[in-house]
């Protein structure tokens, strides 16, 4: 829909400036908010992480001098008292100011577009399997590497097939991805089968786990390639949980629970003094977290 402004015009002493738009739809957008967010080049730098307005020197309450509608209703334009740079006027396209809308409905409108968690909360026995072939990401990168994200944003994880049986073939995939990060373990580590009585490096079985969660932010990604040595071996089977959908269940069956793993932290550590960087780490965090919205945003 192409949305126009029907009408503006300051209100709660000057502090707000209140929007009407062609499909009825009324927006408040703060003072402060309309002056610091201007999109003008005076306001906008091209390089991000650089300022060009000095944002503290500003008066503490910012109020509204003027608002006027241009365009027919394509274009508002803001004057505020107290402005610091000459003859700056706030300008801001409909469009995008109704994109940015941050009322409520908006706002939980925009939550539920992008709430893959909850919806993708599919059963298994009911799932098509995620997964790329590897020829095809080295084919045609841009469509597949695409697609290739996307699955793994929907379902949190995506099988990449027939990746050959070379140690660093993974790293090449994982690349094409981003900069892959490093951890006390180095670039890669290898789960080896070395008769050892602990860690992974043995034929036992591991619980469900997130790795490395010792660090203050465990990567968002991790990789894992099975290499298949021999059809004479057996097992080897990989099994993946959904912890989001795991602590939405838990929410629903047993919220007292629920409140107390977002409320009381955990502890997580790994000492690992014989590699070439040898490392003790120990953190402590939750084990879900929420963000404002009551949506959990960190499971581990
Ligand atoms: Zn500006
Ligand atoms: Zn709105």
């Not at 503490?60 to 610091?84: F, P, Q, S, Y």
């Not at 100011?97 to 409905?105: G, I, N, T, V």
């Not at 909850?118 to 298994?124: A, E, F």
Request: charged share 25%; hydrophobic share 35%; proline share 4%.
């Amino acid at each position: 829909m192409k949305f126009s402004i029907v009408s503006a015009c300051a209100s709660a002493g000057e502090k707000l400036v209140e929007v009407t738009w062609n499909d009825q739809h009324k927006s408040r957008f703060h003072t402060k908010w309309l002056r610091f967010y201007c999109r003008c080049k005076k306001c906008q730098p091209e390089l991000k992480g650089t300022y060009l307005v000095d944002i503290p020197a500003f008066p503490d309450v910012l109020t509204v001098a003027k608002v006027d509608v241009e365009e027919k209703g394509g274009t508002i334009n803001v004057k505020i008292n107290g402005e610091l740079i000459a003859g700056h006027v706030i300008q801001y396209g409909a469009q995008w100011l109704r994109q940015h809308c941050y009322c409520d409905a908006c706002l939980d409108n925009l939550i539920d577009k992008r709430d893959v968690i909850s919806k993708n909360g599919v059963s298994v026995g009911d799932m098509t399997l995620p997964e790329v072939e590897y020829q095809n990401l080295l084919d045609d990168p841009d469509r597949n590497v695409f697609d290739f994200c996307e699955k793994m944003v929907l379902h949190g994880f995506c099988l990449v097939k027939n990746v050959p049986c070379e140690n660093n073939k993974s790293l090449e995939v994982l690349r094409m991805l981003g900069p892959i990060r490093e951890t006390c373990y180095g670039t890669r580590f290898d789960v080896n089968f070395s008769g050892k009585k602990h860690g992974n490096n043995n034929e036992v079985l591991l619980p469900f786990h997130m790795d490395q969660c010792s660090y203050e932010q465990p990567p968002g990604v991790v990789f894992l390639h099975c290499l298949k040595f021999d059809e004479i071996i057996r097992g080897g089977k990989s099994r993946l949980t959904d912890f989001f959908l795991v602590a939405e269940t838990l929410r629903k069956e047993s919220p007292e629970d629920f409140e107390t793993l977002t409320e009381v932290p955990g502890s997580w550590d790994t000492y690992n003094y014989n590699t070439e960087h040898p490392a003790h780490q120990e953190h402590q965090k939750c084990h879900i977290v929420t963000d404002y919205f009551g949506k959990v945003s960190t499971s581990t």
